[in-house]
C-alpha cells in the first residue's frame, strides 16, 4: 500500500466521526452459465451453506427469453436453492464486457435517477432481473445431518473392551479402513 492510499483511506478530519459503520454482507453475482453443469450447482450449494452471510444473486437479462440450454429454475430447486425475492431495473455498470464476474449492477428505477450518467446506463440498457438464492431449509437441514454424521462415523477398527487377548478387531471396520487409507 503506497502513501498515497493511506491518505486515500483516512477519515477527513474536517468531518465529524462517523456514529456507526456497518460491514454490508459481500454480494455474489451469479449468470446462467455459472448454474448449468451439476458441479457449478454443487459449487453454488457449498457457497450459499459454508457461506450464508455472503448474498448470492442470479442476473438475467429481462427481455431476452432465450435461455442456455441445460439451465433451469426447477433443477436449482430440486437440489435445494429457493429463488426468495425477484427484483427488476437491474443495470450494468459499464465496466469489462469481457469479465462478467466484474460486472456491476445497480437499481435505477425511474423515480430514483437522479444524474445524467445514470440516464445514460438506462438508456443504453439492457434491463436486469435479479433473483435472490437462497438453500432451502430441508436442504440446510440435510447438509447437517450429513455433517454431523461424517463427523461421528466410528472408522477405528479396533476394539478395546474384555476378551482373550484384551484388543479385539472389528472385521467389517478393517476391511473399510484399508481400503479407504491405501485409496488416497
Known amino acids: 500500500m503506497t502513501n498515497q492510499e493511506k491518505e486515500l483511506l483516512k477519515w477527513p478530519e474536517s468531518l465529524p466521526p462517523p456514529v456507526q459503520v456497518t460491514r454490508l454482507p459481500k454480494e455474489i453475482p451469479l449468470h446462467h452459465i455459472d448454474l448449468i453443469h451439476d458441479q457449478d450447482i454443487n459449487n453454488v450449494l457449498h457457497a450459499l451453506y459454508f457461506f450464508s452471510e455472503d448474498k448470492y444473486f442470479f442476473y438475467y437479462e429481462y427481455s431476452n427469453s432465450k ?63 435479479r433473483v435472490q438464492l437462497e438453500l432451502f431449509e430441508w436442504k440446510r437441514k440435510s447438509i447437517d445431518v450429513d455433517q454431523i454424521s461424517e463427523a461421528t462415523k466410528d472408522t477405528n477398527p479396533l476394539i478395546l473392551q474384555p476378551n482373550m487377548a484384551g484388543i479385539g478387531v472389528d472385521l467389517y471396520k478393517l476391511v473399510r479402513w484399508v481400503k479407504n487409507r491405501f485409496s488416497k
Open 67 to 129: 435461455v442456455p440450454e441445460g439451465f433451469s429454475l426447477e433443477k436449482l430447486k430440486l437440489n435445494g436453492i429457493d429463488t426468495k425475492k425477484y427484483e427488476n431495473f437491474y443495470y450494468r455498470r459499464p465496466w469489462d464486457d469481457e469479465k462478467p464476474e466484474k460486472y456491476n449492477y445497480q437499481q435505477f428505477t425511474p423515480a430514483n435517477i437522479e444524474y445524467t450518467w445514470q440516464q445514460d446506463i438506462v438508456n443504453k440498457g439492457p434491463m436486469y432481473g
